[in-house]
């Protein structure tokens, strides 16, 4: 195979929403979205989702996964994925999501794994690994620091070079160990570039790293497509039509370094294309992947609460009651959005765990004039019940891709009726439904409290399986649980330039920990039906690591899994330092009076901090700490490290304030911090959106007409809170990905030609038009 320097070119942009090209010697590969299941759109011109897609097994979302603290666990998922996708004839996956959870009203949440960037890491490099290993390519994503989706195409994101590589690239470095297909660049800006044409992809990703796999664009996400082609950004999807093509043969002929980029890149893409590229001779049993997201979800679900009052006994008279009962609420909304090949509902399987339970709705997931009727019937069963199992959590029009949610409450008919609820019966336990962090204020009033994040196809069986004692919770928290969203040092804004990333190093536990700030639940927490019983702990240095032991004897009734954490507490020093740092865990099967003995490495370069002023990577002297813990909090067994190292006297910061401070964000970021807000004007860019140009009467106009048109596209869609999204998203969108959304019906030259007009550069704009007249009518 030997492609022309044109067909070369024409490579790096794909064929259509989901293929690369097709060329002589070389064949097309299909992408479709992950990442906890397989979303193949049914028409491959379809980026939307609107024709809808092939059914495929929906496994749990990675806020649930991650609480396995099981890198077996989602091995398996990952693999199973990896066959649904042989079976419907992709090649690669766009998955898994490794972003950090900056703060707990990210719309997208769900989709990640963690605010820890050690846990995110390992859990995303035995995804890779795994589907890898069938032969399905991975493409891990969004790189990098995408942790909002208010104004998530065009916000910059102003982060320090250490919580940089500390925090939001961390998860990236270990997971590119395991040579996943490709590496997927997001939509946003960090410090002053588009991810797409971010020196971070030729530094780090390329020179440090060593990848030397395909960077894809996000879709849609190619600002300027000679930069991003000279930053190594191989792979714009979907495909531009020849526009960016066109583009760049042109340049080539100009500088030379565009064709030196041209052609690494082409054989990039072409080396994915050979290493993916199969006969496909693939089935699946669907019962058998159903049943193992079944397990998959009671293994990750998070017991919060038990006042002796679960597992439940077959002969309780229960109370099951909630608006989930019979719609239950199992994945997120977006590009993740699965099309299931069954789904579970407590309605249709309750009567198989006991035939004492009663079911009742208390409340409907719209609220409605019909919420007082059914909450006066679902209490009017409470008084009769022993017990009450009460199903409370975020509907889909709550938290989505798309938009951020505004705040960790429930719905206010929920939150009226838990509190009557709680007058009728003490005997109440509740579950918790939603992708991210929930505010749980009624927790003292009930004895039982299981958090089942969005459990997948098969939830309602794995809750059941939990309430019932099947089988016995093993989850633990990989995000901290807070009561009030003011408690948290990340607040999300409307801002419309840039957003200073100024807590650096301090998210998550990171921060609470280090401050001494009160929160419900910390990050690691989570209860079991029996216990567990640490003995004989000790720990020994070899020459790169340090290696801790321990027994483990289950003292209970019930056979368990144990979820062993290590921390590493950080020495007293002049560089400011989060108190507490997950570097280890491990996840192990116990039986009753069974005695385990458990090994956990911890490297020791995870003793290490990234030096702003020495631009590299120093472990320092000093008396650190290694913990056995049960959570962040809780601390079994404690060992005194003297680490030798470089002595460091750094400058006195603010961060190093007993109270949270962060006034010095200016010192560590070391360059002039942007506006956060701006007035756009002209003149105006493809990347420009239609809240952009509606400033200008002719952009109100066509604003007026593109909206118009985008919104024929929601017709399908029966909710009116999806449609408000859509429209939200269609003005906050640049023109060019509204372009390459299009279908052809808005090509990029006519958007050219339109802003040209706008900025009053008329004669040029009204060529550009004709000459896409001209070629329509060719």
């Known amino acids: 195979m030997k492609l022309t320097f044109e067909e070369k070119v024409a490579l790096l942009d794909g064929a259509d929403v989901w293929h690369t090209k097709v060329f002589e010697g070389l064949p097309s590969i299909m992408m479709t979205d992950g990442p906890h299941g ?20 929906a496994f749990p979302t990675a806020s649930l996964t991650a609480c396995s603290f099981d890198r077996e666990l989602i091995a398996t998922m990952a693999e199973l994925i990896a066959i649904e996708a042989k079976a419907n004839e992709v090649n690669m996956v766009l998955g898994p999501g490794i972003n950090m959870k900056r703060s707990p009203l990210c719309g997208r949440n769900f989709e990640y794994f963690s605010e820890d960037p050690f846990l995110a890491g390992e859990l995303g490099a035995a995804y890779v690994r795994a589907m890898e290993d069938q032969n399905i390519g991975t493409s891990v994503k969004h790189f990098f620091c995408n942790n909002q989706e208010k104004n998530r195409f065009t916000i910059d994101c102003i982060v320090d070079d250490r919580a940089l ?57 190619i600002n300027h497509r000679e930069k991003s082609l000279l930053a190594s950004c191989d792979l714009e999807m979907p495909s531009s039509r020849g526009y960016h093509t066109d583009k760049i043969i042109q340049a080539a002929l100009l500088n030379d370094k565009i064709g030196d980029a041209v052609e690494k890149s082409s054989r990039r893409i072409s080396n994915m294309v050979n290493r993916y590229h199969q006969s496909f ?41 909630g608006g989930f009962i019979d719609d239950i609420r199992y994945q997120g ?23 004492q339970i009663v079911v009742s709705k208390g409340y409907g997931l719209i609220e409605s004039k019909d919420d007082d009727e059914l909450s006066n019937e679902a209490c009017k069963l409470a ?13 889909d029009s709550y938290e989505t891709e798309g938009f951020d949610r505004k705040t960790l409450e429930l719905p206010q008919n929920q939150k009226r009726f838990i509190k009557e609820l709680v007058k009728i ?6 579950v918790g439904i939603a992708g991210s962090v929930i505010k749980f204020d009624f927790e003292p009033q009930v004895k039982g409290l299981l958090m089942a994040y969005l459990g997948g196809q098969s939830a309602a069986a794995a809750i059941m399986d939990l309430l019932y004692g099947i089988e016995n919770p093993s989850g633990r928290l990989a995000e901290t649980f807070i009561d009030d969203i003011n408690d948290c040092n ?26 001494n700030k009160e929160v419900h639940y910390p990050f690691g927490y989570g209860l079991s039906y029996t216990t567990f019983e640490y003995s004989n702990m000790s720990i020994q240095e070899a020459e790169h690591e340090f290696v801790m032991m321990m027994d483990i004897k289950n003292v209970g009734k019930m056979k368990g899994k144990e979820v062993i954490q290590i921390y590493l507490e950080n020495n007293q020093s002049t560089v400011f330092k989060a108190h507490r740092e997950l570097k280890g865990f491990d996840k192990i099967l116990i039986e009753p009076d069974q005695v385990v003995n458990v090994m956990i490495r911890v490297d020791k370069s995870e003793f290490s901090y990234y030096d702003i002023y020495q631009n590299q990577w120093m472990i320092e ?35 190093q304030d007993e109270n949270y401070n962060i006034e010095d964000f200016n010192k560590i970021y070391s360059k002039a911090l942007p506006k956060k807000n701006i007035k756009y004007k002209r003149p105006y860019t493809l990347s420009s959106t239609l809240n952009d140009i509606r400033k200008t009467f002719f952009g109100r106009i066509l604003a007026y007409f593109i909206v118009k048109e985008g919104m024929k596209t929601t017709e399908k869609m029966e909710e009116n809170w999806m449609k408000e999204v859509a429209k939200a998203t269609l003005t906050e969108t640049p023109l060019r990905m509204l372009s390459l959304f299009s279908d052809g019906k808005f090509p990029l030259i006519l958007v050219e030609g339109l802003i040209d007009i706008i900025n009053f550069r008329l004669i040029k704009g009204f060529k550009k038009i004709r000459k896409k007249s001209n070629k329509n009518m060719t």
Request: include cysteine.
């Open 383 to 395: 008084m009769n019940a022993d017990k009450i199992v009460c199903l409370l959590g975020l509907p």
């Open 38 to 57: 397989l979303r193949k759109q049914v028409e491959s011109t379809d980026a939307l989702g609107i024709s809808g897609s092939v059914k495929a097994t």
């Open 333 to 355: 909304g977006g590009s993740s959005h699965i099309n299931p090949t069954h789904l579970d509902q407590i309605k249709d399987i309750y009567s198989a765990y006991s035939d």
């Open 281 to 321: 001779h693939e089935s699946f049993s669907s019962s058998k992947h159903h049943n193992a997201a079944r397990i998959i979800a009671r293994e990750s679900m998070v017991l919060l609460k038990n006042e002796d009052i679960l597992p439940l006994d077959k002969k309780d008279k229960v109370l099951i009651v």
């Open 165 to 221: 590589r500390e925090i939001y690239l961390k998860a990236f470095k270990r997971v590119i160990k395991e040579n996943p297909g490709s590496v997927m660049a997001s939509y946003n800006k960090i410090n002053g570039f588009y991810a797409t044409e971010s020196p971070v992809l030729s530094d780090m990703l390329r020179n440090e790293w060593q990848y030397e796999g395909v960077v894809v664009s996000d879709w849609g996400a």
């Open 621 to 655: 002297k000093g008396t650190y700490k290694l913990l056995i813990a049960k959570n962040v909090n809780e601390i079994i067994q404690s060992f005194d490290i003297d680490l030798e190292g470089s002595q460091v006297t750094h400058p006195k910061l603010s961060y």
């Open 425 to 430: 019966n003490p005997n109440l336990i509740v």
């Open 490 to 515: 990340v607040q999300l804004t409307n801002d419309n330039h840039s957003v200073y990333y100024d807590e650096s190093i301090f998210i998550g536990y990171r921060y609470y920990n280090t401050f």
